[in-house]
């Protein structure tokens, strides 16, 4: 949910507040992986959910859907506008070819996202912060039509993104 002047809220649970505390948090170490259904994590990566749009198992209207559609769409919009004030422009990555059969295993988390967005905005935070050496990602993505439209962060190693 975004305020009347269109940012991102604030507090400890908001979406910046959220990836603030991802680029910060270790990445578990050597073949662990946790997820607790808001946020995903393994080897080198994050992936979380920082807002899920209803779900449409009952209905599946186009009204209902396109709702949910803007009012996801306005929050991502929102949140990567405050993250390039912080980083600046973010380079768009195509998401489509980690899909491809033939190719080897994408890294995480690019491989979760290629299953559920086409592209994802990324930012690479300053080296010299706690977070160098990381990637952030964001996403609108779905898992399947009868599930919530979801705005998605991630945080991965500089080492799994394409040269």
């Known amino acids: 949910m975004t305020t009347d ?3 991102p809220p604030a507090g400890p649970r908001s979406p910046l507040a959220l ?15 946790e997820d607790n259904g808001v946020r995903s994590s393994g080897p080198g990566h994050h992936l979380l959910i920082l807002r899920a749009g209803p779900d449409f198992w009952d209905d599946r209207s186009t009204e209902r859907v396109e709702a949910s559609e803007e009012e ?4 991502f919009s929102a ?6 004030e912080r980083w600046g422009e973010p380079e768009t990555v195509e998401l489509w070819p980690y899909l491809e059969e033939d190719a080897t295993p994408a890294p995480e988390p690019l491989g979760q996202l290629s299953n559920l967005a086409g ?35 991630a945080v991965g190693e500089v080492s799994a993104l394409p040269a």
């Open 5 to 7: 002047s269109g940012t």
């Open 19 to 33: 990836i603030d505390d991802a680029l910060a948090l270790p990445f578990p170490a050597g073949e662990e992986s």
């Open 72 to 75: 996801i769409e306005a929050e």
């Open 79 to 84: 949140v990567a506008t405050a993250l390039t």
């Open 119 to 153: 592209s994802m905005q990324l930012w690479r935070p300053p080296a010299g912060g706690p977070e160098g050496g990381r990637w952030l990602g964001l996403a609108v993505g779905q898992a399947d039509p009868e599930f919530p439209i979801w705005l998605l962060a």
